[in-house]
Each structure stands twice: as structure tokens, then as C-alpha cells.
């Protein structure tokens, strides 16, 4: 049964610092992976996703890798800002419906 | 853009009524979920749906059922509310050949049943 790990479980860090969100999945058969943000009391807002056979997307300040044979992703936020507070999710697809990782809760201190 | 829609933000229910909490989407996808969200436990699927009038069971199904008499539209039934039942619900969907698109989610139903 595929399980989704997401380290750490909470960061605080200040404004303007690179940080690295880590995820790893234990069944490397899956068709893509996607990160995902939640505020507080919302739903999940896509961020990225990246197709089994592709290495890493970019968006903006976000950067997600995919290390499929090793089980591992990384979100990359680039100078990071208050408004990046909020709850980071990473799921996998495959063979079932999407398995959720338990998130990172990101602080981003001004 | 995609909107996925939950009629509720927030319901508080009593021990025992039946519930319905809806959503509907707007993009004519194939796939719609029902995922609960806790505190320590992170998402988990309840149903899903990959076509109308089709319905398979996720990880937690019990207590739950649901309907999909349109394409649209994706109804998680609460036969005899508890209070285990508490909790934040969240509805997605997505498109059947699914590899290169997101899911796409809904603000979210709080129930409290007390």
C-alpha cells in the first residue's frame, strides 16, 4: 500500500530565506506527483505536478523535483514571504486515487 | 478555470439525522472524491466516483454513501450523523486521462454534529 512522508511536519523560518519542503512515497509506481497548498479552513489549491517521466516544474518562486526511483520529491520556495504561510500538502497517483501526504505547516516570520 | 463547489462552508448537526453534504463541478470531469480531513490524520478518501451512477469505496466508507445521479454532481449521504463524524470534508474532481492534470478541490464542508 502506497504511504506518502512529508518532513519536516512543521518549519517557521524567516522572511526571505530558500527553504526545501521533502516528501517520499514508498511504491514508486505512480503516474505523477502534486504538490498542493491549504490555508487555514480552505480547500487544496494545486501548486505543481509533475509527471512520472519528468525530473521537475517550475512555477514562479516554486520549484518541485521528482526522484521517482528513490521514492523522494522536493518543493523549493525561493525567498520566501509571509504570504507563503500556509499548510503544504504532496499526493501520488497510481494504480489507486491520489495518497496524501500529512503536509508541512510553513510559518514565514516578517 | 475549474470550479468545484460545496454548498456548505459550515453545518452543525445532531446526533442521529441524516445529513447530505453536496458538490458540484463545472468542468464536466469524470472523477469526483470525497476526502475527510483531521488533525493528525491527514486526508483520507471516503468515495470516490469515476462515472455517473458508478461509486467505489475508499479507505473509511463506513458510515457514509453516496450518490451520483449526474455527471456534475457528487452527494456524500450521512446516514445517522455521529460525532466521530466531526470533521473538515472535502470534495475534488478530476478529468479521466488524468496524468498531466491536477486535482482540483473545494473550500471545504466543517461539519460539527453534536
Known amino acids: 500500500k502506497q504511504e506518502v512522508t512529508q518532513i519536516p511536519a512543521a518549519l517557521s523560518v524567516p522572511e526571505g530565506e530558500n527553504l526545501v519542503l521533502n516528501c517520499s512515497f514508498t511504491?514508486?509506481?505512480?503516474?505523477?506527483l502534486q504538490w498542493f497548498r491549504q490555508d487555514p479552513g480552505k480547500g487544496l489549491t494545486s501548486l505543481l505536478l509533475i509527471q512520472s517521466s519528468q525530473r521537475e516544474q517550475t512555477s514562479g518562486r516554486l520549484n518541485a523535483s521528482l526522484d521517482k526511483s528513490s521514492g523522494r520529491s522536493t518543493l523549493y520556495i525561493a525567498a520566501s514571504q509571509p504570504g507563503d504561510s500556509a499548510t503544504y500538502l504532496c499526493?501520488?497517483?497510481?494504480?489507486?486515487?491520489?495518497?496524501f501526504g500529512k503536509g508541512t505547516r510553513l510559518s514565514v516570520i516578517a | 478555470d475549474v470550479k468545484v463547489t460545496q454548498s456548505s462552508r459550515y453545518l452543525v448537526k445532531r446526533t442521529g439525522e441524516k445529513v447530505f453534504l453536496e458538490c458540484v463541478q463545472d468542468?464536466?470531469?469524470?472523477?469526483m472524491f470525497w476526502y475527510r480531513q483531521d488533525p493528525g490524520l491527514g486526508l483520507r478518501l471516503i468515495y470516490f466516483?469515476?462515472?455517473?451512477?458508478?461509486?467505489e469505496k475508499g479507505d473509511i466508507p463506513e458510515g457514509y454513501s453516496v450518490s451520483r445521479e449526474k455527471k456534475e454532481r457528487f452527494s456524500l449521504i450521512l446516514e445517522s450523523a455521529s460525532t466521530n463524524q466531526t470533521s473538515m470534508y472535502l470534495c475534488a474532481s478530476w478529468p479521466t486521462g488524468y496524468r498531466g492534470s491536477p486535482l482540483h478541490f473545494g473550500n471545504g464542508t466543517r461539519l460539527t454534529v453534536t
Open positions: 466516483s469515476y462515472d455517473v451512477k458508478m461509486k
Open positions: 511504491d514508486s509506481a505512480i503516474y505523477n
Open positions: 468542468m464536466d470531469h469524470e472523477n
Open positions: 499526493a501520488v497517483s497510481g494504480n489507486t486515487p491520489l495518497v
